[in-house]
């Protein structure tokens, strides 16, 4: 990763919450600790940033703190031709006039290019994907009540008597922070809960991870490999992970990445 996107990566990050500790930005960015730490000086001699011990802080620290986890703008640009490939697969499962639910996220938003012919009734967390679906198609869209999260571009809400236990879908299409033998991983507990609500009103969990998310870990479970029906990954998908899957019971979808890039690159120039 070049230098200017690992500073763009490291100064969303301290904006998110009081202290980005080194691990997590050697995460974020998949860069070796002593990178991290010759970023985090120079941005502090940049008055960018202030370094800390273990890591850094903003110069004017968030007054709002977001959810844990990469900010959308950061995610979006990771994988992305494998994320528009999957998602092409993902709308392939779908029929026009199937309810379906599709939680924020950077692969779940890449099935709008895919959804523009289509007419469905889609329930959304997401501002993005209900902005491009009422802009760039005729389907019908509703989106969730409770709090905006900026940085995530998604609307949570901790009530139990909110609109999402009015809609039914047929099937509900996820991406994750992980994905292990125990399940879904996911790095927030608001996420978790308001999530859970969501899977509760489908019949069918669709998963749609790149194959980096099978090596990605949380200390928080979203829910058992026996509740999802299909995950659809890419094929960097390693055999022990495809094993794991076929064990639990769960139909693994591969997309070929190159045919996706191809099919969003043909629906932009329309």
Known sequence: MHEKERHRI???????KPVVTVPELVDLTDSSEATIRRDIAALHVQKRL??????????????????????????????????????????????????????GGTTT??????????RMQVFTNSFPIAEHLLKHSKNTVMLSGGTIYREQNIILSPFDNDVTRNFYARRM?????????LGLMEADPLLIQAEQKLIDQADEL????????????SSLILCGLKRIATVITDSGIEDRHAAMLENA???????????GADAENASSTA
Not at 66 to 73: S, T
Not at 207 to 217: A, E, G, I, N, P
Request: charged residues 20%.
């Open 109 to 118: 938003f890449q099935m709008v290019h895919f959804l523009t012919n289509r």
């Open 50 to 103: 202030r370094r800390v011990r273990g890591g850094a802080e903003a110069i004017n620290p968030p007054q709002f703190v977001g959810l844990a986890g990469r900010p959308f703008k950061v995610n979006e640009s990771l994988h992305a031709r494998e994320k528009q490939a999957i998602a092409k697969e993902a709308v392939a499962l779908c029929e026009d006039g199937e309810p379906i639910i599709i939680n």
């Open 10 to 16: 490291i100064l969303s990050a301290v904006q998110e």
């Open 173 to 181: 299409f996820m991406g994750a922070q992980g994905l292990g033998p």
């Open 206 to 217: 669709v998963v749609l991870v790149d194959s980096s998310k099978f090596h990605k870990r």
């Open 249 to 259: 019971g769960v139909r693994l979808v591969i997309a070929n990445a190159r045919s």
